[in-house]
């Protein structure tokens, strides 16, 4: 598809971004040169990860509260998802849609039906999207980015800022008294869909994730409240 939006000469119409799955997929579509081709229509080829999720998308061209739409090839798509927005919806489809629908600029582009205008002003219609399952030459070999911790700790000492509030040294819990614990009072009834978003909601809250109290302080703050129907 991106081929066919290069040789009518025509680009995205809004931010398209491209997200490797690993450091072997981008190694790989930079030596086949799908990453050149999205690029040369507009894309924006990003570091590899899951995609701009877990409320870490830093956009600029839509403010918080504003409603909005986007469409992704990413498999979850729940409110806040990809950029903390409340007021973003979300939707999901396949690569090869996401990529006929920036060409289009339109939300009710149909492939199928629909046509496009070159930049010459002639129109046309994208071809179905045909390509290999796997990559011919195989997956690209990477180093290892692993790097292995030393076989003797014992002289490595971990020095930490006591007063950061980003990381924090975690001190042994107090072993088990072999109690149950009983008659603990219930702090939160949780109400339809409850995932590890709801539970622990990352965004700029992953800047805690080496402080323990810090992080805690999120604990089902996504999460519906039962007593009242809100967001914790």
Request: proline share 6%; hydrophobic share 35%.
């Amino acid at each position: 598809i991106a081929q066919q939006a290069i040789d009518h000469g025509i680009q995205a119409k809004t931010i398209f971004t491209v997200t490797p799955g690993s450091e072997q997929i981008h190694a790989t579509i930079e030596r086949d040169g799908q990453a050149n081709k999205l690029r040369e229509m507009g894309g924006i080829v990003l570091a590899n990860a899951c995609g701009p999720c877990i409320g870490q998308w830093d956009r600029k061209d839509k403010k918080k509260g504003e409603p909005n739409t986007i469409v992704t090839s990413y498999n979850r798509n729940f409110t806040g998802r990809n950029d903390a927005n409340p007021a973003t919806h979300g939707f999901v489809t396949s690569p090869e849609m996401v990529t006929a629908l920036v060409l289009a600029g339109d939300l009710g582009f149909n492939p199928m039906t629909d046509e496009l205008t070159a930049a010459d002003g002639s129109k046309f219609k994208l071809n179905p999207p045909t390509g290999d399952t796997l990559p011919r030459s195989g997956f690209q070999k990477v180093s290892p980015l692993y790097q292995a911790p030393p076989e003797d700790s014992a002289s490595i000492n971990v020095t930490v800022d006591s007063k950061s509030d980003r990381l924090q040294v975690l001190e042994p819990f107090a072993k088990w008294d072999g109690k149950d614990l009983l008659e603990m009072p219930i702090l939160i009834k949780v109400k339809g869909k409850c995932t590890t978003d709801h539970i622990s909601a990352a965004g700029p809250w992953l800047k805690y994730r080496g402080h323990l109290d810090n992080i805690s302080n999120n604990m089902f703050i996504g999460a519906i409240n039962a007593e009242n129907d809100q967001a914790n």
